[in-house]
């Protein structure tokens, strides 16, 4: 039984390019959540997701994010116009959802790195 | 207010001694309190989680106490192991998860 597969592991971007982030949830889990940790920092919720539906983007930046989890194929988290403030490890996390079902189960992270 | 307090911020404890993390919330409607540890390079991996309707949960070596009025929860690592070196992070939520900024834990030999 897979787990959470995030990809890539590792991402390089210049300042004003694009990063696609990637998450394929556990066989059987419909909610998908994004976080972000910087640093010597705590998961920073950004976006939780079901099939084709945005529940809650309250940790979402305003500008250049992004994210959907469309019918067929993983959840994308889009970032446009990279800066280097946006430099952190991204972890998505899935679920199965519903009442007693929220523990989240958590992929290996992508790196970001802009340059 | 959504923020998780947790600490301390780092802790050395010796092999085979108990390891303990506090952590604080202030929301009343969280009603799942799970922990994770993290090592270095890797996801957070759950470890262990516990519900408002009991004050206790154990698992092997690690206990979760829960005191509702006091909106605070604890991590007890008995019997700690090099191994346990780990950063630890206590989370909050109900639907979406609040997460506390993270224990660094070194178990010396």
């Known amino acids: 039984n897979a787990g959470v597969m995030q990809n890539p592991r590792h991402l390089v971007r210049r300042r004003g390019q694009e990063a696609r982030l990637r998450c394929s949830p556990m066989?059987?889990?419909?909610?998908v959540y994004w976080y972000r940790q910087l640093p010597e920092e705590g998961l920073k919720f950004m976006v939780y997701?079901?099939?084709?539906?945005?529940?809650?983007e309250s940790g979402m930046p305003k500008e250049r994010f992004s994210a959907e989890f469309p019918k067929e194929g993983p959840s994308i988290l889009r970032i446009q116009q990279v800066v280097r403030g946006d430099s952190a490890a991204y972890f998505c996390?899935?679920?199965?959802?519903?009442?007693?079902?929220?523990?989240?189960?958590f992929g290996p992270g992508t790196r970001l790195l802009v340059l | 207010q959504q923020q998780v307090k947790q600490s301390p911020q780092s802790l050395i404890v010796q092999k085979g001694g108990i390891s303990i993390i506090n952590c604080a919330y202030e929301?009343?409607?969280?009603?799942?309190f799970p922990w994770y540890q993290q090592f270095p390079g890797k996801g957070p991996a759950l470890l262990i989680a516990i519900r408002p309707d009991v004050s206790e949960k154990k698992e092997g070596r690690f206990t979760i106490s829960f005191n509702k009025s006091a909106k605070q929860f604890s991590l007890h690592i008995m019997d700690s192991q090099p191994g346990d070196s780990a950063t630890y992070f206590c989370a909050a939520g109900y639907s979406t998860l609040t997460f506390g900024k993270g224990t660094m834990l070194l178990v010396s030999p």
């Open positions: 929301n009343t409607a969280f009603d799942y």
């Open positions: 066989k059987g889990h419909s909610h």
């Open positions: 996390a899935s679920s199965p959802g519903g009442k007693g079902q929220e523990t989240q189960y």
């Open positions: 997701l079901q099939k084709e539906n945005i529940i809650d």
